[in-house]
């Protein structure tokens, strides 16, 4: 162990510099690209996704009543939930004020609501939650993902400690569904002991050269063996309490959802919504959505044909409506659409580059049609446009794209290292960043880089610095 601070630890680290940056266009593309693969087909006996999403339902159904509470009954652009507000809703909904609050964080973890600046506004999972089970399951793996930020760690235990055992939970998780079955918490302790020895193992440093002594000295701290069995309980409750597992006496056992998720992590894929027949009829959402599956060159033949069939200025006015939404991929894909329809829909991009959450976009598209290369177009970008820009694609990719895929997204950021882009990505504000970064720790193979990424989370969740 050296005495340096964990973000000079970082910086200094050479595996969490980023590599050169992809252009953000091609990052932004790579979303919708190379789509076509079918998907693995979940172990037997996995319960349907219709029956998972009602799993899911049920589990975040407080989280939905506040969610929808706050979006009817409320002012609009009312800020977060504080005290007067939660015993109102308290109230209203025949809960205790820390029902509330615990529903009110779960809604917030699992996109039911989104912050935008000192807003609160509905996700656009809420708008989708009775209609789209794919939605639902999304909804509940991105809770899943944020367990221990639902429960939070114990206060007396060092938070480097905590992170080694959210690091190894995946071990413990990956027991339990090759057990198909109630697993003993002893061999549960057994594995997640010897998870942290193999991390310790792993980032065992030998410092060169002279080190420079300590300011203060180190704050004692129980041996692991005695911090490890009420740290591997706080993981197990913290995972019931978003429905991943049951514990019984001495024993946990993971529920359908959490053997589902489980599945899904090990095999790196995510649901993905399957394109529906007739796009030239749908609206434009459905239509993009339709879309998201095509690789570019077919895509935009499928734009051109649903632009045909309108009158360009309802058509124009339709996607940016789209690109309004909460769903980052639609607005990305809205913005393709719209290079489509070229010319005649300057003036409402334009316009639309005074809303901050579709100015990157804007600016982007008004680049290249005034005849900029597309890879060199995001130069018209501020540092803060860019960064904000690179969250919202990073949410349509854990969205919609794979684990592999979030990965490589690293690449296309503009900051040369990880600890300076997670300090932007916190200042920018951008109502996905502790979705976004969640889910970048959980798909992450570099622990370091995961146990950074997890920190900065946390920090975002809590309004810490």
């Not at 997640?192 to 300590?214: F, I, K, M, S």
């Not at 959980?442 to 610095?465: M, N, S």
Request: proline share 9%.
């Amino acid at each position: 162990m050296t005495s340096r601070k964990p973000d000079e630890q970082l910086a200094r680290n050479s595996r969490l510099r980023l590599v050169r940056p992809r252009p953000l266009t091609t990052a932004r593309r790579a979303v919708t690209d190379g789509r076509s693969r079918p998907a693995p087909r979940p172990p037997e006996g996995t319960p349907p996704p219709a029956e998972l999403a009602r799993q899911a339902r049920a589990v975040l159904a407080d989280a939905v009543r506040i969610a929808r509470w706050a979006a009817g009954d409320r002012d609009p652009g009312a800020g977060p939930l504080d005290a007067a507000t939660a015993e109102r809703a308290a109230t209203a909904l025949e809960l205790t004020p820390e029902q509330v609050r615990a529903g009110w964080d779960r809604a917030r973890l699992a996109g039911l609501v989104e912050l935008h600046g000192t807003a609160v506004r509905p996700g656009w999972r809420l708008q989708a939650w009775d209609r789209d089970d794919s939605a639902v399951q999304r909804g509940w793996v991105a809770l899943f993902d944020a367990w221990s930020l639902v429960h939070p760690a114990p206060d007396d235990v060092a938070a480097s400690t905590v992170a080694e055992v959210v690091e190894a939970v995946p071990q413990v998780l990956s027991l339990l569904q090759l057990s198909a079955g109630p697993v003993l918490v002893p061999a549960l302790l057994d594995l997640l002991q010897q998870r942290v020895a193999e991390l310790h193992e792993e980032r065992c440093e030998v410092p060169y050269g002279p080190q420079p002594a300590p300011v203060e000295p180190p704050v004692p701290e129980p041996p692991a063996d005695a911090l490890l069995p009420p740290l591997l309980d706080w993981a197990l409750e913290g995972l019931a309490a978003v429905g991943a597992l049951t514990l019984g006496k001495g024993q946990a056992t993971l529920t359908p959802l959490g053997n589902w998720a489980v599945w899904v992590k090990l095999e790196q894929i995510c649901v993905a919504a399957q394109s529906p027949a007739g796009n030239i009829e749908q609206s434009a959402q459905h239509m993009l959505r339709g879309c998201a599956r095509l690789t570019p060159g077919p895509a935009r033949a499928e734009y051109r044909a649903w632009l045909a069939a309108r009158t360009v200025g309802s058509a124009v006015t339709e996607l940016l409506a789209v690109a309004r939404g909460e769903d980052a991929l639609l607005r990305g894909l809205a913005f393709e659409a719209l290079r489509v329809v070229g010319a005649p829909a300057e003036g409402e991009v334009r316009a639309a580059a005074t809303d901050s959450s579709l100015r990157p976009y804007a600016l982007l598209w008004l680049a290249e049609y005034e005849g900029a290369d597309p890879e060199d177009a995001a130069e018209v970008l501020t540092r803060e446009e860019s960064t904000w820009l690179w969250v919202d694609t990073a949410a349509a990719v854990a969205d919609h794209g794979e684990s592999d895929l979030l990965v490589r997204h690293l690449d296309s950021a503009v900051q040369g290292n990880v600890p300076t882009l997670l300090d932007e990505v916190r200042a920018v504000g951008h109502p996905r960043t502790v979705q976004v970064l969640v889910a970048l720790a959980a798909a992450h193979p570099d622990p370091a880089l995961a146990k950074a990424v997890r920190r900065a989370a946390f920090q975002v969740h809590t309004g810490g610095a």
